[in-house]
């Protein structure tokens, strides 16, 4: 004779069995979203601050293979072992049909509460919840290290086998794109956020961008002779709007010294009323630092910071005077143009009524992607006129169009062989919404 209280006891038992089971494989399943997805420079903000949890979920995190090896062996056992209950129990009630109510039973509940509700919380609590779970999962990552080291093992000769060949760490280049990607999509209200957003994707550029690209071409640089007339340097400096400026004997590849005009103002008061045109600007003037057009932004600001200079001499493999840099040309860089009462305004950029721009050709595209928030590659070339002339590979003609990279380019104006200035408008706009501006 059967004992019904045994039966009973034993169904109970199997159910609540099933349920711990099910919570089990909830918990696995919602910590590994919730370890996956946290944000790993928020988490360690928190682990600079004193959270030895986030310092938990960090080491986790460095040993992937292990961490997800671990849970998904915890998480299988659960979900194994609650269904073979679930059959066991629905057989001995249905007869050979419970295999089918288990099968059906046991997916519903599966999916929805071991896997879609934990993880659906988890990824929206992903930092809150590593947080919660990580003293846990670190136990079961100790204990089931060695299962997971074999899987792993086993994983990987399979892989191996069939040809893949796995790395399992991010190299620098991978790295750099993903923090790109993270600032292309820092969106938000207001020009606040696509300014930071420039000046993010500017640091990142800096090892890229070569000193011979943000250089003052040698040919807009304000020089003094050295030789000229003590008044005659006075002039010159005043009229000048830098504070620093070369000089030059004889012939302006011949610098000699840079001019700063607080020294120079300080050495005329040092005569005190007397005639100070004896005074030989050569020994007030600062060594000239001379540096090679090939060096990138990067290197470049740090020589600044390890010299505290200010401005250096460009010259090319020659030796030959190409240009000047400064250490603001090199913040410009980054921040965007920075002017003072005493800079001189270029309108390089003059916005049309029907949307499009009107370029001068020395404008860098650096600049035009900065202000403009668009992706123009600089790759192969510096200017707006480099890029035209790069990929149209002729010298072209005024009124001549082009069309690459989602943008038009109309010729409007040329000088010789160069293009002086360029009509830009983007391919969205379409051909009627940018007509040709009347001047």
């Not at 682990?47 to 090896?69: D, W, Y």
């Not at 005659?232 to 590849?253: C, M």
């Not at 192969?380 to 149209?392: K, R, Y």
């Amino acid at each position: 004779m059967l004992d019904l209280g045994f039966i009973e006891n034993e169904l109970f038992v199997t159910i609540a069995a099933i349920f711990v089971l099910l919570l089990l494989s909830a918990f696995f399943s919602g910590s590994e979203t919730a370890l996956t997805a946290a944000s790993e420079a928020r988490l360690h903000q928190l682990s600079l601050r004193g959270r030895k949890r986030a310092g938990i979920v960090l080491r986790l995190r460095r040993q992937n293979e292990t961490l997800i090896g671990a849970i998904l062996i915890g998480n299988n056992i659960s979900n194994i072992s609650a269904s073979a209950l679930a059959t066991s129990l629905l057989i001995a009630v249905f007869g050979e049909a419970g295999v089918v109510y288990a099968t059906l039973g046991m997916t519903l509940l599966v999916v929805i509460f071991a896997e879609v509700l934990p993880k659906t919380y988890a990824i929206n609590n992903a930092d809150r919840s590593a947080l919660a779970v990580a003293p846990i999962i670190r136990v079961l990552v100790w204990v089931l290290k060695p299962f997971s080291i074999a899987v792993r093992i086993i994983a990987r000769g399979g892989l191996y086998l069939m040809g893949v060949r796995i790395s399992a760490d991010f190299g620098h280049k991978e790295r750099e794109e993903e923090l790109r990607g993270m600032i292309d999509m820092h969106r938000g209200p207001g020009p606040e956020v696509s300014e930071e957003r420039a000046m993010l994707r500017s640091i990142l550029d800096l090892g890229e961008v070569w000193v011979e690209e943000i250089m003052t071409h040698r040919r807009n640089v304000t020089m003094i002779d050295a030789d000229l007339p003590l008044d005659t340097i006075l002039d010159e400096a005043l009229e000048s709007p830098y504070t620093r400026i070369p000089l030059y004997r004889g012939d302006q590849d011949e610098i000699i010294g840079v001019l700063h005009g607080k020294a120079l103002l300080r050495a005329i008061r040092g005569y005190d009323g007397e005639d100070p045109s004896g005074l030989d600007i050569e020994k007030i003037a600062s060594p000239p630092w001379f540096i090679p057009e090939s060096n990138n932004l990067l290197d470049q600001l740090q020589e600044f910071r390890a010299r505290r200079e200010h401005f250096a001499v460009v010259v090319d493999e020659y030796g030959t005077f190409q240009g000047v840099v400064t250490l603001e040309d090199i913040l410009e860089e980054i921040v965007g143009e920075i002017d003072d009462e005493h800079d001189i305004s270029v309108a390089g950029v003059r916005p049309q009524a029907d949307g499009s721009y009107l370029v001068n050709g020395t404008v860098t595209i650096r600049d035009l992607n900065r202000e403009l928030d668009w992706s123009l590659p600089d790759e192969d070339a510096s200017t707006i006129a480099g890029l035209v002339l790069h990929e149209s590979r002729v010298i072209p003609t005024i009124g001549q169009e082009f069309l690459f990279h989602g943008f038009h380019f109309e010729i409007m104006r040329r000088h010789r062989n160069q293009v002086t200035q360029i009509r830009v408008w983007s391919v969205e706009m379409g051909a009627d919404d940018a007509a040709r501006p009347t001047e």
